[in-house]
């Protein structure tokens, strides 16, 4: 793997200090839907989730699998934006580590269950979201035009 630019070292951390965040595609008719997700960031950029067969977002990802994830702060005005496409990872290429990371985030809140638990019984499936483009927008300690704020570390 190469080596990270510090924007990228940015983005990849601010990744990983957070748990959740919100997945956008459309639908046939162009119609958009978004749904907020546990996910996981693994080195390569590559975000994960789970989900069950009977979601909205799983039906609409199996016809278009072009979607859009954004991670965000409330308290520090910083975010991650990804364009990108989602897939299904079949049982025999999941990665222990991944589904350990995910069942660690979903069940971090000792207050509340995962959504997920809620939901009508279906097949659950892991889900890959694969980078196109990323970028790390950081406006809590830009305080000029001429500070940069936005870093685009991949494409």
Same mark, same amino acid.
């Given at each position: 793997m190469k080596e990270l630019t510090k924007e990228e070292r940015l983005a990849l951390s601010f990744l990983h200090a957070h748990r959740t965040g919100v997945i956008a595609?459309?639908?046939?008719?162009?119609?958009?839907?978004?749904?907020?997700?546990?996910?996981?960031?693994?080195?390569?950029?590559?975000?994960?989730f789970i989900t069950k067969v009977n979601t909205k977002k799983y039906q609409l990802y199996k016809d278009n699998s072009q979607v859009a994830f954004v991670a965000s702060d409330e308290q520090v005005p910083q975010t991650v934006q990804v364009e990108g496409t989602v897939e299904e990872v079949p049982y025999e290429n999941q990665d222990m580590k991944t589904i350990a990371n995910l069942t660690e985030i979903m069940a971090g809140n000792s207050?509340?269950?995962?959504? /997920?638990?809620?939901? &009508?019984? #279906?097949?659950?499936?892991?889900?890959?979201? !694969?980078?196109?483009? /990323?970028?790390?927008? &950081?406006? #809590?300690?830009?305080?000029?035009?001429?500070? !940069?704020?936005?870093?685009?570390?991949?494409?």
């Open positions: 595609s459309v639908t046939k008719d162009g119609k958009p839907h978004a749904a907020t997700i546990y996910y996981y960031a693994a080195d390569d950029f590559s975000i994960y207050t509340f269950t995962a959504p /997920l638990t809620k939901l &009508d019984a #279906a097949k659950v499936v892991l889900m890959k979201i !694969t980078p196109t483009w /990323l970028r790390f927008a &950081d406006f #809590a300690f830009g305080h000029h035009e001429s500070d !940069t704020v936005f870093f685009e570390v991949k494409k």
